[in-house]
């Protein structure tokens, strides 16, 4: 049982890997997106039929999950996106509002009571986002995308705990990965031609992206994925989401770490030189993660019932 705890507490720290690999990537997001889910599309076929399991549904199922898939592919590359235009550590503090905006979503999409403790849990959450701002103006255009990004992402967190009622984990985020990969192609025309700047699509890569690719779909997407669901069927899911909210923690502390090794000219990394933070941000930070750790303590003290959200798609 300790050694699932500890795979668990590293399949965290991967997903919360994804926001550095975003900024040592050189690839655009929407195009960095693209290659993300394809390569994990791939990977996730491969993986499926090793497992001897069955990957075909019909039509009308197919047309939702794909659906489900282009909200994956907005969030991802808004996520990324909010990395880019600001501090790793800023990104991830934005993404943590993710327990706040399921809280609101869930009464609208799912038609449950709203919960007295998640409007207080939510309302501290707020006052976290709050002093974050007003502690780190200058990537406020950062936060913002990434708070946006917490959205789309507790929208489809929403819907898979429908959908993962009906079909097994693996074929289900498959169907996601080439929905997300396939919207985005769709997208492409329009995106080169408004949205590049005259610089057209930029798939290429360079340097080391090839390695940081394939540690983002190979390590932290279909590795990652297809260990949580192995270790769900042996650890409870208060436990796995109480370990899975810990992902904001994890980030902005390996961050800092290599905030400092590139102070110290032990590593170079310029692109984190915005990872030095003011006080007021990691008080507001500390709201935001505490009002997220709360959350499932406060739910199994009261003995409410509510849908476990699996952790289908990580970031």
Not at 34 to 59: H, P
Not at 114 to 122: H, I, S, T
Not at 258 to 271: F, R
Not at 305 to 313: A, G, H, N, S, Y
């Amino acid at each position: 049982m300790l050694r699932d705890y500890l795979k668990l507490h590293f399949i965290v720290l991967l997903w919360g890997f994804t926001a550095i690999l975003g900024k040592l990537l050189t690839v655009p997001p929407v195009e960095l997106v693209f290659w993300r889910t394809l390569l994990a599309s791939v990977g996730l076929v491969v993986l499926i039929a090793a497992r001897g399991q069955q990957w075909r549904v019909s039509g009308g199922q197919a047309g939702r999950l794909l659906a489900v898939g282009a909200l994956v592919a907005a969030h991802w590359i808004t996520f990324f996106l909010a990395a880019r235009l600001s501090s790793v550590s800023v990104c991830l503090a934005g993404l943590a509002t993710l327990a706040l905006w399921t809280s609101l979503l869930e009464p609208l999409l799912l038609w449950r009571r709203v919960r007295g403790y998640e409007v207080g849990l939510g309302l501290i959450t707020m006052v976290g986002l709050y002093l974050v701002s007003q502690a780190e103006l200058d990537q406020l255009l950062g936060l913002g995308v990434a708070v946006l990004s917490a959205g789309l992402s507790a929208l489809f967190s929403v819907l898979n705990s429908k959908l993962i009622k009906t079909h097994p984990p693996l074929r289900l985020t498959f169907y996601e990965m080439l929905g997300a990969c396939l919207s985005i192609a769709l997208f492409f025309p329009i995106y080169s031609r408004y949205f590049t700047q005259g610089k057209g699509l930029q798939l290429g890569w360079h340097g080391y992206d090839w390695l940081w690719l394939a540690l983002l779909a190979g390590v932290c997407t279909v590795y990652a994925f297809s260990t949580s669901v192995e270790l769900m069927k042996r650890l409870s899911p208060f436990a796995v989401n109480l370990t899975i909210n810990l992902e904001p923690v994890y980030g902005i502390s390996m961050a800092a770490a290599i905030y400092w090794l590139h102070t110290q000219g032990l590593l170079h990394a310029p692109q984190f030189n915005q990872e030095r933070m003011s006080t007021g941000f990691y008080i507001g930070t500390l709201l935001i993660v505490l009002s997220v750790l709360i959350h499932p303590l406060v739910a199994r003290l009261m003995k409410d019932k509510q849908p476990d959200l699996e952790p289908v798609i990580p970031v």
